[in-house]
């Protein structure tokens, strides 16, 4: 059966209607385009939220797992992660963008810091407000394949609802 | 008799006044005794901006500055609006990290003023009243004033003493607040000592109004067994008249209640608050209620329940005064910092008052003579209460009404999206269509209250008041109970228990403190209390937060309150009060360096911060922090070596303190006693973070406990704990438990075996087994006689 096709790239409006931080708002990104660009990351890292172990999502984050791209559990998402057999390594999202500005960081493998940064399934306003701390501070690349827009990211999808988004989800597995 | 300078009133002669300027033997006489103090003193008496520059940047260079803009832009002066994205520089010369650090900075200006600003009407008001010779009581205490002490190193003993206390720290302020201006300061490091000073200048001022107003209004001094006072919008009988007081400053409040004693209105008519007022009012009369914490504003005044409403100042909403008019609730604005464009009638005769706002021909008035209002709120209230219920003022809609209006949204989400927790309104209301109130339900608490909702719907639903329709049935279960601020804690109790705090046995103080802007309900801050006293920590709490922990109850029907002590011991619950009442938290650390360790507190900030960072596990949680005060409240405890968590909407506030472990250059220490240095684990490991949720928060308030100075029994405790918080909530081991041990004393007996395996098998740690003993591994040893320390000449032989 043909892969279902989604346009992730529309409704690219800040979910929190108020929360235009300047001139320089996120790409929409296409999911096909998003998973290609994960796949040519060289030290890439899955940050997922606490919302991120919602049921559905794990299975997706697996695929990372797969492609043995490190995941990030932030807030309180490990402890679903581990049940549904989702390796993680549980870190705080405001100490962890602190670290990801730190040349002197060396990962969670001790082989480097890390040069994209992407994010899944947080509280939307939590992590718009750090990646704040990724775009004005740091040249990590920061990719939001999250369900609203997040327009501090670089490339960020659009709106979705959760059928699209879960569909969205599969084609950036599918590339990695 | 000594004569000295000042002002001498002859009994009997009201009218005669000397005043004496200079007597040179008094003179010297003074200068003697200023001489004598200031030898005794630590370093920095009344430090200017600089003067604790040097202990800043050890923090700041330990616990990194972490900017989160909000804003890309700086729209400070007329060159801008500057694009700083990527840290460019604006036309002035800033960059983004120095604007952020600026933004910071004011921000905690402001709540520093606040608190400052309402001292000093406090100050004037309780002069003026009792006299500037009015002793200083605030229970079984010899260090009085401790914020105060440690920082201008002055002993009041009357509330006069306290007039140049807030002298230095309005001056103070006024110097902060000058290097915001443009063209002034330019470096992001310097901004934040700044923010620390003021930081630290708003716990000397919030100390300053709650020690005035409970030595002159007879508050609870010290007292672990102040009484519980009725909480919740269930237990106001909107049979009476209502009289609604909201805002912080309780002084108007208090001629209210005598009022309303003196007349034998009390069981006529219920006097309720909201916010801290409520709490000081129950601190002055124990027959007022609460409603509750600053959340409930805007729902219980749509409720068109309150008759009259009387406002004072801060954290009040801009828009009460409008909301109040559309029910016709007369508002009486007490004090100058919200006026809300009311004519001032302070001079005018309270008949006439009264009279135009019974008829709605005056929305409100300025009332700033406290005896008219402490006669025109209660009798206006008799008045309006008839005439309001006849007409049955509410914003609720009717049943009809309500079904109308959740049958008319279309869920466009435009309300999801206004929301500040994006909540799923628009599921609710289809599910209200439909008759199904429960989500309603369960949004009610977790709504604060704020409209936004309102502002963005198409349909001009009345989003507010449908979830409070809606959730009629819980709002009338909400009775809860709250100890009503008990004020600073006594020396005997810190004699008692000071020991067991910087030794570790008892495992730390967690002080849940702010405001209501909780990112998932009320109830997180009540789990999050009761987990910690279950744990033997000592949980102190204030203002709102103090609030809705006393709103829940278990299966027996008790409230924490109820349940827990309240005197400083661990396993206690100790409300201290409200808002202001936060000076007593960073003032408790400074009684146990001066108590149990006998260290010097009078000007000697650097050192008593030192030693509270190094020995004394304490750590604040503003689960819902706001307002610019939490702000300042926050930073102050951070430069007292007091590390902060803040909620997932605590990176708004645009900086963090964030220590980073694996950076080994950060974690050196110094043992006092030669003035060796010492790499030690991180402890504590961040002094301002964030968390997402409580579950994350629980393991991060232990691991925030712990000190470099633990002994072993105390890193073992609160080892424990973190390990078993970490279990329980985020489902494993933390990963990061194995610098936390020195030596296998410091391991929790029942997982001993297994921990030393593991220390063995993943970190390559040499074991003894037969002795069961660490060989090789930790990079520190214990050492009971370790004096650590992260400054200098605090070791021995150094100049000084």
Redesign the interface.
Known sequence: MAQKTVDTTKRAVPFDKANVPGPKMAKPVKAELAGKIISKAKRPLLIVGTPGADTGLPEIIKTFNSKSIPVAATGSCLKALKQADVEATYVNLHALVSYLKDPKWKGFDGNGNYDTAIFIGHTYYYASQLMSTLKNFTTVKVISIDRHYHPNAQMSFGNLNDDDFRTALKIVAAQL | MVLKKGRFIIEDLENVQINIGNITGAEVEEEEKEKEKKEAHGPTISPGIHGLRDWDRRLLGRY?P????????CCYCTYGKC?????KEGACGIN??AHQAREAMVRTITGASAHAGHGRHLLHYLIERFGADHPIDVGPSNIKAPNTQTVLGIRPETIGDFIPVLNYVEEQITQLIATAHAGQEGSALDFDSKALHAGMLDHVGMEVSDIIQISCLGFPKSDENAPLAEIGMGLIDSKKPVLLVIGHNVAAVTYIIDYVEENELIDKIEVVGLCCTAIDMTRYNISAKIVGSMAKQLKYIRSGIPDVIVVDEQCIRGDVLKEASKLHIPVIATNDKIMYNLPDRSNDDINSIMDDLVSGSQPGVLLFDFDKIGELAPELTLKMAPIRKEKGYTALPDDEEFKRLTSSCSRCGACV??C?Q?LDIDVAMSDAAGGDLTLFEILHDKCVGCGRCEE?CPKGIPVLDVIEKAAQKVIREEKGKVRIGRGQIGDPEIREEGRNLVLGTTPGIVAIVGCPNY?DGSRDIYDIAEEMLKRSFIVVTSGCSAMDIGMFRNEDGKTLYERFGGRFLKGNLLNVGSCVSNAHITATTIKVASIFAGRNIDGNYEEIADYVLCRIGAVGLAWGAFSQKALSIGTGCNRMGIPVILG?????YRR?Y?G?P??PEKWNILDARDGSSHLMEPAPE?LL????????ALP?LAKLCFRPGDNSLGRMIKLTHYIELNEK????L??DWHVYVRSEADLPLAKKEMLLKILEQEHGWEIDWKKKKIIKGPFRRPDVSFQPTNVPRLCKGASV
Do not use: F, Q
């Not at chain 2, 972490?66 to 832009?73: A, E, G, K, N, R």
């Not at chain 2, 909530?729 to 494993?732: K, M, P, R």
């Open positions: 990194e972490v900017y989160s803009p909000i804003c890309d832009l694009d700083l994205t990527g840290n983004m990290e999206i206004a500040p994006g963005e990112p997932p909407h605590g990176p708004k963090a964030i980073n694996y950076d961040h973070i964030s968390a997402e949720t409580k579950d994350e991060m909530y985020l489902g494993e933390p990963d």
